[in-house]
């Protein structure tokens, strides 16, 4: 089988704190994978690592590799600009700029190319019907992004990953600061999405991993204890820890 991402004897450290530990895992294309464990564990870590994020934190150490379509995305000659056009981040709370909607969604494409004005307005409007915000919002484009509720705003940060054309999207607990209905529309997007892209989603949230996973990563204090379907995470875990874990009776 062809793996999207690859990551193979992976490790890091903050400073002397020794965050993953000798994690290997490999991500199939075009699915959703689910990371969870208690807080500290190394979720959010790991999902960093995937677009070299963690680099921006002062003292960090990575070692081992992870591969993104065979390539090791820590090669001295991989570029990063490339690499996070190709990997795409969603934050655990919407982050739009303080821009209109129009140029949230406009603005990496003006960053990595110099569209015209055709091609800019066909992506954002592609973009915006992607995760299904277009109808909410084509008569109000030019309105402050920060107007909108925090589940369109969510959507909003989605259609800006969505415009450059990413290959991976990772959601580090993108629905924790949505109520239930916003989360069940943020989720059935993610589902659609899994059509086409390659989706990691870290979550605290047993329940979602369960419901919008396929495969499913169990983390404990760094170490990556158990990974592969997740119905088998949840209803057969071969580890006592997971076991423990998705039954409630830790973290």
């Known amino acids: 089988m062809d793996y ?22 490999a991500i199939r294309p075009r699915a959703i994978t689910a990371i969870i464990g208690p ?8 999902l960093r690592c995937f677009d070299r994020m963690n680099e921006l934190i002062g003292g960090v150490r990575v070692t081992g590799r992870i591969l993104l379509d065979g390539s090791d995305i820590y090669n001295p000659s991989t570029s990063l600009t490339q690499l996070r056009r190709k990997v795409g981040l969603v934050f655990q709370r919407p982050n739009p700029f303080p821009l209109s909607v129009f140029e949230n969604v406009a603005y990496g494409l003006r960053v990595h190319e110099a569209p015209d004005k055709a091609r800019l307005e066909a992506v954002v409007e592609a973009s915006l019907r992607a995760t299904w915000l277009w109808d909410e919002v084509k008569d109000r484009l030019d309105m402050s992004a920060l107007g909108l509720s925090p589940e369109q705003q969510q959507r909003l940060c989605i259609s800006r990953l969505l415009a450059v054309e990413p290959e991976v999207l990772l959601m580090d607990e993108p629905c924790s600061a949505l109520d239930p209905i916003a989360t069940e529309h943020i989720e059935e997007l993610m589902r659609n999405l899994a059509e086409k892209y390659t989706i990691v989603i870290v979550t605290h949230n047993m329940q979602q991993a369960a419901r919008v996973s396929s495969e499913t990563a169990f983390m404990l204090l760094g170490e990556l204890v158990e990974y592969g379907p997740t119905a088998g995470i949840f209803e057969k875990p071969s580890d006592k820890r997971t076991e423990e874990y998705v039954s409630g009776r830790y973290g």
Not at 4 to 23: P, R, T
Not at 39 to 46: A, V
């Open 4 to 25: 999207k991402i690859q990551a193979s004897e992976l490790n890091l450290h903050y400073g002397e704190f020794h965050a993953l530990i000798d994690v290997n895992l």
């Open 39 to 46: 807080s500290g564990c190394g979720k959010s870590t790991l």
